[in-house]
């Protein structure tokens, strides 16, 4: 089956520091990357939708300029935290939808999940 | 727009009884519907999806779901529930549009299954 993976696993910074977390799809094309945010026992929250070549999507309320997210590739996005607070503390998980078609549904894939903590 | 509900953020069944999550959508155009479980500190698992055809879909580990369009819900059963079943339930809904829409979850169910 489809893999997505994410890296790292988890990570620990101190308070305005920048993250980086990659999303990848290991063996698939995936021209669009859906960016979630998990808070303890709460349900997935969207935050943005990445487009290879293009400007990523946000959310109603997501800050673009706190979330940097680029599309480098096919099979690469890259969520940047900028700046990061404890309030940014978080699961980020991402999910990659294989591209087969524009007018039928394509399987979305998840990655497993990036832990932030924020100190 | 879509939306989803998931009535009882926990349940709890004992080893080898009906399990039973309930998810109610509203959408405006014919939804796509999926389940997905989650354990601790890990991703998503699509467990099973309704996109079009048959109404009941079966899925992995032997759950299984009905989409009911008139009664706007897509509920989750396996009918003997064991122990590794014990994890986070999502519904989630996404317009049959085009190919990569987004998807809207609910607020999810923890099955909690007592041996």
């Known amino acids: 089956g489809a893999v997505v993976s994410q890296h790292p696993s988890r990570v620990i910074c101190k308070s305005g520091t920048s993250v980086k977390i990659e999303c990848r799809s290991l063996?698939?094309?995936?021209?669009?990357m859906f960016w979630y945010r998990q808070f303890p026992k709460q349900s997935l929250m969207l935050m943005a939708t990445?487009?290879?070549?293009?400007?990523?999507?946000?959310e109603q309320g997501v800050e673009k300029d706190k979330f940097l997210i680029n599309h480098a590739s096919l099979t690469l996005s890259t969520l940047t935290v900028t700046s990061a607070h404890p309030e940014d503390s978080s699961f980020y998980i991402c999910?990659?939808?294989?591209?087969?078609?524009?007018?039928?549904?394509?399987?979305?894939?998840f990655g497993p999940g990036t832990r932030l903590t924020v100190l | 727009a879509q939306s989803v509900t998931q009535l009882g953020s926990h349940v709890s069944v004992s080893e080898g009884a009906l399990v039973l999550l309930r998810c109610n959508y509203s959408?405006?155009?014919?939804?796509?519907l999926f389940w997905y479980v989650q354990y601790p500190n890990q991703g998503l698992q699509l467990l099973l999806k309704?996109?079009?055809?048959?109404?009941l879909v079966k899925g992995i580990n032997g759950f299984e779901a009905e989409f009911k369009k008139s009664e706007t819900s897509f509920h989750l059963t396996k009918p003997s529930a064991h122990m590794s079943d014990a994890a986070e339930y999502f519904c989630?809904?996404?317009?049959?549009?085009?190919?990569?829409?987004?998807?809207?979850f609910g607020t999810g169910t923890r099955l909690t299954i007592i041996p």
């Open positions: 999910s990659a939808p294989m591209d087969r078609s524009a007018f039928s549904y394509n399987e979305q894939f």
């Open positions: 063996d698939f094309q995936a021209t669009t």
């Open positions: 990445s487009n290879e070549g293009s400007k990523a999507t946000y």
């Open positions: 959408s405006s155009v014919p939804p796509y």
């Open positions: 309704y996109t079009t055809g048959a109404t």
């Open positions: 989630a809904v996404s317009p049959s549009l085009f190919g990569n829409e987004k998807l809207t």
